[in-house]
C-alpha cells in the first residue's frame, strides 16, 4: 500500500525515467498485483540512480552535508526539476525501501513506526484509493492495544515466513493472494463453493509436494538465484545523465546557487 501510493504521487517523475530506460510499458498509471515486481524493480532502480546523483552533488563544491536532511531539502526546492528528484526519495523511495526490508525482517516495532510517517502521503487525494489512512491507524491501534495473548499473535502474524531462509518474510495477506492464484489456477471447470473447498482442503499435500519436488531437482541453484537481483548498473548510469544533463552537474547549478 505504501508503493501504490507513493507511485500516484510520484507517477510524473517516474514515467520520466521510464522514458530514458525506453520501458515506458514499466509505468502503468495503476500497477495491478500481477505487475507489481516489476513496477517495484522499476522503482529500485529509480531510487538508486537518485540516491548515488544526490551523492555525487554532495561531493562538488558548497554542497549542503547529506546529514542536514531539513537544509538539504529546502535548498532543493529552488529548483522544483530537483525538488522531485528529492522527494521523491525523501517521502517515498526510502520509506517504501525501509517498509519493504521491516516486513522480511519481521521488524514489527519499525513496521509501526513507518506506519506513522505513512500518514502524510497516504491521506492526499491523489494517492489515497482505498482509505489508507485509516487501515495505518488501525494496524497501530491493534498493536497497541490488545491484551498480551491477543497481541503476541497478532504481531507473530505481521509478517509470515515466505521459506526457511533468513529475511524472507512477507506480509500476512500474500498467503491469501497465494491462495487466490492457486485457485484460479487450479479451479478452472465447473466452479463451485463445493469444488473449491475440496481444492483448498488438499492444497497443503500439494503445495508441500511441489516445494519438496523443487528442492530435489534444482537443489542450491534455486536459492542462490534467489539472492541476487538482476543487475541495473546500465540503467542507474543512464538515468544519472539524465539527471545531470535536466538538473545540474553540480550542486551550485542544481540549486540555481
Request: with cysteine.
Amino acid at each position: 500500500h505504501v508503493m501504490h501510493a507513493g507511485w500516484r504521487l510520484y507517477l510524473r517523475f517516474l514515467r520520466i525515467c521510464s522514458e530514458q530506460l525506453g520501458v515506458q510499458a514499466a509505468v502503468l498509471d495503476d500497477p495491478t498485483v500481477k505487475a507489481f515486481n516489476k513496477s517495484l524493480y522499476f522503482v529500485w532502480r529509480s531510487t538508486r540512480a537518485a540516491s548515488e546523483y544526490l551523492v555525487h552533488l554532495w561531493r562538488t563544491p558548497m554542497a549542503i552535508d547529506l546529514d542536514l536532511s531539513d537544509e538539504f531539502i529546502s535548498a532543493s526546492e529552488l529548483n522544483i526539476d530537483l525538488a522531485w528528484l528529492v522527494h521523491f526519495l525523501y517521502d517515498y523511495a526510502f520509506l517504501t525501501l525501509d517498509f519493504k526490508q521491516a516486513v522480511r525482517a519481521g521488524d514489527i516495532k519499525r513496521l509501526d513506526l513507518l506506519w506513522r510517517e505513512f500518514f502524510a502521503s497516504g491521506r492526499t487525494s491523489t494517492a489515497n484509493k482505498t482509505h489508507y489512512v485509516p487501515m495505518a491507524i488501525l494496524r497501530i491501534f491493534w498493536s497497541e492495544v490488545l491484551v498480551l495473548p491477543l497481541n503476541k499473535l497478532y504481531r507473530n502474524m505481521r509478517s509470515i515466513p515466505m521459506s526457511d531462509r533468513c529475511g524472507c518474510m512477507v506480509g500476512w495477506d500474500c498467503i491469501i493472494e497465494w491462495l487466490n492464484g492457486a485457485i484460479t489456477q487450479g479451479v478452472t471447470h465447473h466452479v463451485s463453493e463445493e469444488r473449491i473447498a475440496e481444492f483448498i482442503s488438499v492444497f497443503p499435500l500439494l503445495e508441500c509436494s511441489y516445494q519438496s519436488l523443487n528442492e530435489w531437482v534444482l537443489g542450491d541453484a534455486r536459492a542462490e538465484a534467489a539472492a541476487y537481483m538482476k543487475d541495473m548498473d546500465a540503467d542507474v548510469a543512464l538515468l544519472k545523465d539524465l539527471f545531470k544533463k535536466r538538473i545540474g552537474n553540480t550542486w551550485a547549478s542544481a540549486t540555481r546557487a
